[in-house]
């Protein structure tokens, strides 16, 4: 029996108009934010607190790097904000007379090195299910 691959998994459904359910969490609670700042404060000392807000609800609603949201990139900065960072420097042993050839220590336990297989063997597994499809129909 052959079935048929879903294609089109990695994109959102549009549920409220033009945005994803997770565009319009965005963008109602920016909105909800910048309300409250703006109730909260007079105009002119609530304006520096509510273009940040404003900003932030924007590039979370519409701006895409590389095809990916913006919040992709923004955990990624937290995260490498607020992680330890220790960088260790090891130095490379040569042995004179090899004229520049590199030896790992001896010290270092050896690790054997697995071949990586593909990432994404189900876009493979429909690309090819596509092209075999459309080389049916030409038939």
């Known amino acids: 029996m052959q079935f048929k691959v879903p294609q089109f998994i990695d994109v959102e459904d549009k ?14 609670g920016g909105a909800g934010i910048v309300f409250v700042l703006y109730k909260i404060f007079p105009l002119w000392i609530g304006i520096f607190f509510i273009i940040p807000f404003a ?8 701006y895409k790097i590389n095809e990916k949201p ?15 960072k220790l960088y260790i420097w090891r130095q490379r042993l040569v042995k004179p007379g090899t004229k520049g ?4 220590p001896s010290a270092l336990p050896l690790v054997s090195i697995v071949p990586m297989t593909t990432t ?4 493979d597994l429909s690309w090819s299910l596509d092209v075999q499809d459309k080389g049916e129909e030409g038939k």
């Open 101 to 104: 050839k590199e030896e790992e």
């Open 120 to 123: 994404n063997k189900l876009k």
């Open 55 to 62: 900003v932030l609800t924007f590039l979370l609603v519409f």
């Open 70 to 84: 913006f919040i992709f990139y923004l955990e990624a900065g937290l995260n490498y904000l607020v992680s330890s």
């Open 15 to 28: 549920l409220f108009g033009p945005f994803t359910f997770r565009q319009f969490i965005y963008l109602i």
